[in-house]
């Protein structure tokens, strides 16, 4: 009976042990980057001092996203820098759900529909590589680092919205 017990003991520390070893399940919050404490509407999440956030989980086309958050009063997300980068991959990692960025092919570059610069990417190795020519929309995977595709704009994905308040 106590040896049953020991064991039980020692298998659900090893369990534990192992659980709390993968990323995934301690999260990334130690490395997330600090946000302003203005409010943002409810509902909304803040993202940086001008925009709030809200994940749409449901998977949409890009237009179909785009429609979404348009009636949200919003735009698709635009990362500007290594931080919002990050930031929003805290917000996200744990739908593990890739999601449209607000970025469309434009030329031979990018731009964002909400009127701001493209000017920071996160690619993901060997990426954009617009496969058949058609891949015009820009996903990113909720990874901590550099997790960006540029995949047709008919696949479905989640989606970030962000709205100035
Ligand atoms: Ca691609």
């Known amino acids: 009976m106590r040896l ?3 064991t039980a003991v020692l298998l659900l520390a090893g369990f534990l042990r192992i659980e709390l070893a ?20 409810a509902g909304w999440t803040r993202f940086d001092d001008h925009r709030c956030v809200k994940f749409i989980e449901t998977l949409k086309t890009f237009q179909a996203a785009q429609d979404v958050c348009r009636d949200l009063g919003a735009d698709m997300l635009s ?22 960025l607000g970025a469309q092919r434009s030329g031979s570059g990018f731009e964002y529909l909400d009127g ?25 995977r909720p ?12 696949e479905k994905k989640s989606v970030v919205c962000a709205k100035k308040m």
């Open 22 to 41: 993968r990323p995934h399940r301690q999260g990334p919050s130690r490395l997330c980057p600090r946000v302003s404490e203005k409010p943002c509407a």
């Open 79 to 100: 990362v500007h820098n290594e931080v919002q980068l990050k930031l929003v991959f805290c917000q996200t990692w744990i739908t593990r759900r890739g999601f449209w």
């Open 116 to 140: 701001s610069d493209f000017d920071y990417s996160g690619w993901s190795r060997g990426q954009p590589d617009n496969t058949g020519g058609h891949e015009d929309c820009v996903v990113m």
């Open 143 to 154: 990874r901590g680092g550099p997790s960006w595709n540029d995949l047709n704009c008919s």
């Open 4 to 6: 049953a017990v020991v």
